[in-house]
């Protein structure tokens, strides 16, 4: 079995977005797939924020708390602070979508097509290492 890296993480995610596929049909039949589906954006956006520090600096890679990570990207090593603010909030909607409150409804899959979308982008961002155009 191969690890699991940030595009495969967003391949299985638009998978149960569109319904397609074994992963896909099963989520949506089951009905536990958006949860899941931000659980999967999610886990691609931490390993996006990994693979840039073990690029550009292993030792911050080597520290076991991903919200360190996450505030060492505003840094003179980091990308830049648009891209880690873009980070940390796209984090923080995925974690809030990712768990079940009996309260709240799930995720739409608008809501998460667009979660995936950012993190999409922020992935480019972090490979390039620089700041986003506006």
């Known amino acids: 079995m191969t690890a699991p890296t940030p595009q495969r ?8 977005l569109r319904g397609s596929g ?3 049909a099963a989520a949506v039949t089951a009905g536990w797939w958006p949860r899941a589906c931000a659980c999967l954006i999610r886990l691609a956006l931490e390993g996006g924020v990994d693979a840039y520090w073990r690029r550009v600096k292993p030792t ?25 603010r873009q980070v940390a909030f796209t984090w923080a909607a995925l974690s ?10 799930a995720p739409t899959a608008a809501e998460l097509r667009r979660l995936h979308n950012e ?16």
């Open 60 to 84: 911050v890679a080597a520290c076991r708390q991903g919200r360190a990570k996450q505030l060492m990207l505003r840094g003179r090593l980091g990308p830049g602070g648009q891209v880690a």
């Open 119 to 134: 993190v999409s982008a922020l992935l480019t961002q972090l490979e390039k290492g620089t700041e986003p155009e506006r």
């Open 9 to 16: 993480c967003l391949a299985a995610a638009d998978q149960m």
């Open 22 to 24: 074994g992963l896909g």
């Open 96 to 105: 809030a979508a990712a768990h079940h409150h009996c309260y709240e409804l």
